[in-house]
């Protein structure tokens, strides 16, 4: 089974971090799984390390198991940024931008404060006060939406709804027991950790192109999204339905503007971990029972690898949803039009652009996804999938006749979108905006000439330079965890 790093730093996005955050990582006893987690580590008499975690607590580990490096939190980085801003606007400016980069809202709005204090009349500030004005603005509750969501869903009859400022929610899953424990917070239930999630992406997709000069459409309804509590609720909706689901993590459906998903921690990908849990779970309760000598062991790993099992897979129900609400975003913002014929490189390209990896050390806008680039950096070499023309022209995913060859086209589509946001912004809204305008017979592609042309018609036509300037870039692109293991 090939080994797989699950990150547990995506809470940055939604729980507060110390001012250090050590990583560790840990490979889960009986599996070919390994995680990492960000927090605050400490050595202890007997070889034991406490790590605190931010949601979870503390969490205890052998010494010889683990690995852990001493680095600072990307909070407490954001924070260290605009204190050295002081008066300099475009500083405190440039201290927002790193903050949206790496998922930190709060800290991204401390600085824009800050830049406003300075100079309200700066334009950057106009437009982001121009955005937050118009999300402020209520939405109606229009039953029409649920109406639609049950036409698109009829196996969701026993489902409810709930809604947010910005999505409205069907749902069947159920509250977690002792959700409302008597003087102690609430656990949220899974409906409205989906909803926070959701909002998140929302605030974030737009803050992001505002923040660039690049004004979108905000939406005048509610999006519409379903979040069936289990795997089977969502192939039985599948099956309902005859589409094509059955290796979808989540998806969204552009004729009925919906999102669908379901809880990521009943699919297969979890299941060996369960299992592993579930054993340990027995043992621990046996040791318990027997009063045996090594009993605080078992149980500590025991609790240990229920707390990492819970991590995964809201971590990957994360990265799901960053994905997917991608789509959804970019349909209803006018950025990419559902009536338009957008190349599946774009539309792919952007998802996992603003996605939040499942292995990323810190999730935000633009995140290094290892995932992809490993898929990038295995292609890299090869002439034709590596080829700038090829893939702006579609015929990566176009000619594409395996999983393994869609999984590279997703990498080169990332890498390439990745460059583009970063170098050359303005020239990409502008691509955007003639793929957004253009309209096909029954939303067919258009042939691969012509989408080379469109994208030339922009960039240029020495799409060779632009290629090697790509891979230049590459190169010198590397995730959190490796500058971390490499001391930078």
């Given at each position: 089974?090939?080994?797989?790093?699950?990150?547990?730093?995506?809470?940055?996005?939604?729980?507060?971090?110390?001012?250090?955050?050590?990583?560790?990582?840990?490979?889960?006893?009986?599996?070919?799984?390994?995680?990492?987690?960000?927090?605050?580590?400490?050595?202890?008499?007997?070889?034991?390390?406490?790590?605190?975690?931010?949601?979870?607590?503390?969490?205890?580990?052998?010494?010889?198991?683990?690995?852990?490096?001493?680095?600072?939190?990307?909070?407490?980085?954001?924070?260290?940024?605009?204190?050295?801003?002081?008066?300099?606007?475009?500083?405190?400016?440039?201290?927002?931008?790193?903050?949206?980069?790496?998922?930190?809202?709060?800290?991204?709005?401390?600085?824009?404060?800050?830049?406003?204090?300075?100079?309200?009349?700066?334009?950057?500030?106009?437009?982001?006060?121009?955005?937050?004005?118009?999300?402020?603005?209520?939405?109606?509750?229009?039953?029409?939406?649920?109406?639609?969501?049950?036409?698109?869903?009829?196996?969701?009859?026993?489902?409810?709804?709930?809604r947010s400022d910005h999505f409205l929610l069907m749902h069947n899953t159920k509250p977690p027991k002792n959700a409302r424990r008597k003087g102690r917070k609430p656990i949220k239930t899974p409906a409205e950790q989906r909803l926070e999630l959701l909002e998140t992406v929302y605030e974030t997709f737009l803050l992001k192109f505002y923040f660039e000069?690049?004004?979108?459409?905000?939406?005048?309804?509610?999006?519409?999204?379903?979040?069936?509590?289990?795997?089977?609720?969502?192939?039985?909706?599948?099956?309902?339905?005859?589409?094509?689901?059955?290796?979808?993590?989540?998806?969204?459906?552009?004729?009925?503007?919906?999102?669908?998903?379901?809880?990521?921690?009943?699919?297969?990908?979890?299941?060996?971990?369960?299992?592993?849990?579930?054993?340990?779970?027995?043992?621990?309760?046996?040791?318990?029972?027997?009063?045996?000598?090594?009993?605080?062991?078992?149980?500590?790993?025991?609790?240990?690898?229920?707390?990492?099992?819970?991590?995964?897979?809201?971590?990957?129900?994360?990265?799901?949803?960053?994905?997917?609400?991608?789509?959804?975003?970019?349909?209803?913002?006018?950025?990419?039009?559902?009536?338009?014929?957008?190349?599946?490189?774009?539309?792919?390209?952007?998802?996992?652009?603003?996605?939040?990896?499942?292995?990323?050390?810190?999730?935000?806008?633009?995140?290094?996804?290892?995932?992809?680039?490993?898929?990038?950096?295995?292609?890299?070499?090869?002439?034709?999938?590596?080829?700038?023309?090829?893939?702006?022209?579609?015929?990566?995913?176009?000619?594409?006749?395996?999983?393994?060859?869609?999984?590279?086209?997703?990498?080169?589509?990332?890498?390439?979108?990745?460059?583009?946001?970063?170098?050359?912004?303005?020239?990409?809204?502008?691509?955007?905006?003639?793929?957004?305008?253009?309209?096909?017979?029954?939303?067919?592609?258009?042939?691969?000439?012509?989408?080379?042309?469109?994208?030339?018609?922009?960039?240029?036509?020495?799409?060779?330079?632009?290629?090697?300037?790509?891979?230049?870039?590459?190169?010198?692109?590397?995730?959190?965890?490796?500058?971390?293991?490499?001391?930078?």
């Open positions: 089974m090939r080994q797989f790093i699950v990150s547990v730093a995506w809470f940055v996005l939604l729980a507060p971090s110390a001012s250090r955050a050590d990583i560790l990582f840990y490979p889960i006893p009986g599996t070919g799984h390994a995680f990492q987690l960000q927090g605050e580590a400490k050595i202890n008499t007997g070889g034991i390390v406490s790590f605190r975690h931010a949601e979870f607590g503390v969490l205890y580990f052998d010494y010889e198991k683990v690995r852990f490096f001493k680095v600072p939190s990307t909070r407490s980085l954001a924070q260290r940024q605009l204190k050295k801003a002081k008066q300099d606007q475009e500083a405190c400016l440039e201290a927002a931008r790193w903050a949206l980069h790496h998922g930190l809202l709060s800290d991204f709005n401390k600085a824009a404060a800050a830049a406003w204090q300075l100079n309200p009349e700066h334009p950057t500030l106009k437009r982001l006060a121009n955005l937050k004005r118009r999300m402020r603005a209520p939405l109606p509750i229009l039953k029409e939406q649920e109406d639609e969501i049950r036409v698109f869903v009829p196996t969701g009859k026993d489902s409810e709804f709930v000069g690049f004004e979108l459409e905000i939406p005048k309804k509610r999006l519409k999204v379903v979040l069936f509590a289990h795997r089977n609720d969502f192939d039985a909706f599948s099956d309902a339905t005859k589409a094509e689901y059955s290796k979808a993590a989540g998806f969204y459906n552009k004729r009925s503007n919906t999102a669908v998903f379901y809880d990521q921690g009943t699919g297969k990908v979890f299941e060996s971990l369960d299992r592993v849990n579930k054993d340990l779970k027995e043992k621990a309760d046996l040791a318990m029972k027997r009063h045996s000598p090594n009993v605080k062991d078992i149980v500590r790993l025991s609790k240990t690898l229920n707390v990492v099992c819970e991590v995964a897979k809201k971590s990957q129900d994360i990265e799901v949803v960053t994905h997917e609400a991608t789509h959804q975003m970019a349909a209803n913002t006018g950025l990419m039009p559902n009536e338009a014929a957008v190349p599946v490189w774009v539309a792919e390209g952007i998802a996992t652009y603003f996605e939040s990896p499942s292995d990323a050390a810190w999730a935000g806008v633009g995140t290094v996804n290892e995932g992809r680039l490993t898929l990038y950096r295995a292609m890299a070499h090869d002439a034709q999938h590596s080829n700038l023309d090829y893939i702006v022209s579609d015929d990566i995913f176009m000619r594409a006749n395996s999983d393994q060859e869609i999984a590279n086209a997703y990498g080169q589509a990332w890498a390439l979108t990745h460059f583009l946001m970063a170098r050359h912004f303005d020239k990409l809204m502008e691509y955007y905006k003639q793929i957004g305008a253009r309209r096909s017979k029954d939303r067919r592609q258009f042939p691969p000439d012509q989408n080379l042309a469109v994208f030339k018609k922009v960039f240029g036509d020495d799409t060779a330079a632009l290629g090697s300037d790509w891979h230049r870039y590459m190169k010198s692109l590397k995730t959190d965890v490796e500058r971390v293991l490499e001391g930078e």
